[in-house]
């Protein structure tokens, strides 16, 4: 079986609360999914068209290929099964590969051991009709198995991605506490913002939003910085349609916008980090930044979105002097934001009372294990004699 011309169930994964926005965008790349869940989508599609997806997605994690689904009651019956797949057709046997799973099985009290079955399938198949065993270890950078096990429910995938897709891989500093890639992209999808007006993002940290926000203005995507991904290392692989597709991308992004992208942080070390991360992602001279406190941030006559990620409490700062920040983003948002819409995305509802402000729309997310949330403001001067954030 030639899985690059094999259509197969295809599961695309990402981060809880993310899956509207990455079916939004699995959908403008004329792909149909079958079903969306909590932490993904479902399609049916081939190695070589998971290519595509993986260039493209902004919100996904994983793009896994699924090769087979069996019942397994414990680990014997899971390595039997795995051992008949032809792994010599897949993996080359001078290669690397490396296995994750999602388990719970009672048999299995670590994932780890669930691995190291799978792993000992894909040698032993390999060895038995080769003659010589491929090597395997933790690294996610050649071919990655992916094993997916409830109860006496099994399915073997490959997974296409390798390394996190949710990483954009421009961000070489991080900051503090930074924001993943995919779920900025999530947030500021989640504000219907129209690409081609004012973007501004106070307290701007290492520059993610606002990175993240250039880019989807010029149309440039995730696989545009990367150069490795699970597909190259599967036999069969053919890297022109590869090239063909970043071409593709290449082809349509821009260089230019129209409007104006503005990022301001206090601290001269974020705003000299974000610069460096905006200037890996070529889009350096696309971002007004500068340091300052925020309520001194420009705010063009031109209105579109102003967004806050502030701290919450929950790693960072102290929740008394947070108190008094959330009122002044308030304040600025009242004074000097009218006609734009604000956005404040928070783990920490009290603090989000003293913003002072009634929220149009709570939209839910995850930043990591934190309970978030984005909340939408309509600056019109009649918000002014809105006295409560409702949350």
Same mark, same amino acid.
């Given at each position: 079986m030639s899985v690059f011309q094999t ?11 993310? *899956? ?118 933790s690294d996610a950078n050649k071919t ?37 890639? *995919? ?76 409007f104006r992208i503005i990022a301001t ?94 929220? *149009? ?31």
């Amino acid at each position: 079986m030639s899985v690059f011309q094999t259509e197969s169930k295809i599961i695309i994964t990402c981060n809880k609360r993310l *899956a509207p926005y990455l079916q939004q965008e699995v959908e403008e790349l004329g792909f149909t999914p079958t079903r969306v869940f909590q932490t993904g989508i479902e399609l049916q599609a081939t190695v070589t068209e998971t290519i595509s997806l993986n260039l493209n997605l902004r919100c996904a994690s994983q793009i896994l290929y699924s090769l087979h689904s069996f019942t397994a009651a414990g680990p014997q019956e899971l390595y039997d099964e795995l051992v008949k797949i032809e792994w010599e057709t897949l993996i080359d046997f001078s290669g690397y590969f490396s296995v994750t799973s999602n388990v719970n099985n009672e048999h299995i009290l670590t994932p780890l051991f669930a691995n190291v079955k799978v792993k000992d399938a894909i040698v032993d198949r390999i060895k038995s009709v080769k003659g010589i065993r491929p090597n395997s270890g933790s690294d996610a950078n050649k071919t990655v198995i992916h094993l997916y096990w409830q109860d006496d429910k099994a399915e073997i995938f490959l997974d296409t991605s390798g390394e996190t897709l949710a990483k954009h891989s421009y961000r070489k500093i991080p900051g503090k506490a930074p924001m993943l890639e *995919a779920l900025a992209t999530s947030t500021i999808m989640a504000t219907n913002w129209d690409r081609k007006s004012t973007f501004i993002n106070p307290m701007c940290g290492s520059g993610t939003l606002a990175i993240e926000a250039a880019l989807m203005a010029t149309d440039k995507h995730p696989g545009l910085f990367r150069m490795n991904y699970g597909f190259m290392h599967i036999m069969g692989y053919d890297e022109q349609i590869f090239f063909a597709e970043r071409r593709i991308l290449k082809d349509k992004s821009k260089k230019d916008i129209g409007f104006r992208i503005i990022a301001t942080d206090i601290s001269q070390d974020a705003v000299e980090v974000s610069e460096k991360n905006a200037r890996t992602a070529g889009v350096e001279h696309l971002i007004e930044f500068s340091v300052c406190d925020f309520e001194e941030t420009p705010v063009p006559e031109e209105p579109g979105v102003v967004m806050f990620n502030p701290e919450y409490g929950e790693r960072l700062g102290v929740h008394t002097k947070l108190e008094a920040t959330y009122k002044r983003i308030g304040d600025f948002m009242k004074k000097k934001c009218l006609d734009y819409r604000g956005y404040i995305f928070t783990g920490n509802p009290d603090l989000a009372k003293k913003i002072g402000l009634r929220a *149009a729309r709570r939209i839910e997310f995850y930043n990591g294990k934190l309970d978030c949330r984005l909340l939408e403001y309509e600056l019109y001067q009649g918000s002014k004699r809105e006295p409560r954030e409702d949350i």
